[in-house]
């Protein structure tokens, strides 16, 4: 009787690691990793975005420094925080073309290295795959 007990502990053993290994074993995709700051100031793409910025900003100061000897303090300030909404409409506007772009990249990575999922660096604290700059590459 004894014999039996072991020999179905075993069993039960090897059924449960089989469970375990099968399912673990049956998902193919991996986890990706990107880290958004080294694209951020290593992507040629996104410099030039940040330049497209500069120069927008360059242009708006340039033209209140222009307006402010013929403007009231009441008018110059005035025309200052239009400026500054405008350049806050091109800061988004070029951010947003920044995270399309890269969202469209990411979508096209995990496709290609069949990932099931692709994190931000910073939020993990080992392990996946890490594609930033693969990222970077395609963002030309």
């Not at 995709?29 to 100031?41: F, P, R």
């Amino acid at each position: 009787m004894k014999v039996t007990r072991k020999h179905l502990l075993l069993l039960l053993t090897v059924f449960i690691v089989g469970i375990l290994v099968s399912g673990c074993s049956g998902n193919t995709q991996t986890i990706g990793v990107i880290d958004v700051n080294k694209v951020m100031t290593d992507s040629p793409k996104i410099k030039q975005f940040q330049e497209q910025l500069n120069v927008r900003g360059k242009e708006l100061s340039d033209q209140l420094e222009k307006d402010k000897a013929s403007l009231s303090a009441e008018e110059f300030q005035k025309k200052q925080e239009a400026a500054y909404g405008e350049f806050l409409k091109t800061k988004q506007d070029l951010e947003g073309q920044i995270d399309a772009s890269i969202k469209q990249v990411l979508e096209q990575i995990a496709q290609e290295k069949k990932m099931g999922v692709i994190l931000y660096k910073n939020g993990v604290a080992q392990g996946g795959t890490d594609v930033t700059d693969e990222v970077i590459s395609k963002l030309q």
